[in-house]
């Protein structure tokens, strides 16, 4: 069982869109984190999320939004998609808020057109 | 803002030989924390250590910590083909009235040559 799961893998759009990206761990872990990350492999942080409430909101637009629907699920939703918002985009969960080691999924490739 | 650095941002070895690798974060710690991420995949995480910490093992992997100076080092021994990956430190630190969870360095892109 993968411990924790995103989807889609890959994701092409056009400009101006609005897409979803899911994730699921199952890990009974009480945290959750979106990580970007840019063609130069740096890793930024943009959200977690800590028993369904946000944690952490860093300055990201705010055509983006985490949604948290359960403890074991956090997806992110992007509205007005950019050229700038391509990236790859990487789930991750951990027992507790940067005290511990965190699992990461596959990451989802995003490409706008 | 980024925390760690890592240094070199590339580095390419011999299969057989030993890597090294360099990690500077700015501000205090909690935790340092080690990943791997082979090309096209996810973080995978491979060790920890503690701000009480100096050094610690795991299998061929060594890291010291030295908060004095702010800096850590992995040392990967006898590498092998299969250790070719980008290697990330990332500090974990705790920042009054909320945790601020990994931050992450740009990562050493690690080829071993066979």
């Known amino acids: 069982d993968t411990a924790v799961s995103q989807t889609p893998k890959y994701l092409v759009t056009q400009m101006g869109n609005d897409k979803s990206i899911k994730c699921e761990q199952n890990?009974?872990?009480?945290?959750m984190y979106w990580y970007k990350q840019d063609s130069k492999k740096f890793l930024k942080i943009m959200f977690s999320?800590?028993?369904?409430?946000?944690?952490i909101n860093e300055t990201v637009p705010n055509r983006f939004s985490p949604k948290s629907p359960d403890k074991a699920h956090l997806n992110l939703h992007i509205n007005s998609l950019e050229l700038g918002d391509s990236a790859v985009y990487f789930c991750?969960?951990?027992?507790?808020?940067?005290?511990?080691?965190?699992?990461f999924g596959q990451g989802t490739r995003l490409t706008v057109v | 803002s980024q925390q760690g650095e890592e240094d070199p941002q590339a580095l390419s070895i011999q299969e057989g030989e030993n890597a090294t690798m360099n990690c500077s974060y700015k501000?205090?710690?909690?935790?340092l924390q080690w990943y791997r991420q082979n090309s096209g995949r996810g973080l995978v995480h491979l060790i920890l250590?503690?701000?009480?910490?100096r050094e610690k093992h795991s299998g061929r992997l060594r890291v010291t910590l030295d908060t004095s100076k702010k800096s850590s080092s992995l040392l990967i021994t006898a590498s092998r083909a299969a250790d070719t990956a980008s290697y990330f430190c990332?500090?974990?630190?705790?920042?009054?009235?909320?945790?601020?969870?990994?931050?992450f360095g740009k990562g050493t892109h690690l080829i071993i040559q066979p």
């Open positions: 501000t205090s710690i909690n935790n």
């Open positions: 990332a500090t974990g630190q705790y920042s009054g009235g909320g945790a601020d969870g990994l931050t």
């Open positions: 999320y800590n028993n369904k409430e946000l944690i």
């Open positions: 991750a969960s951990s027992q507790a808020f940067g005290f511990t080691e965190a699992f």
């Open positions: 890990l009974g872990h009480d945290t």
């Open positions: 250590i503690r701000s009480n910490e």
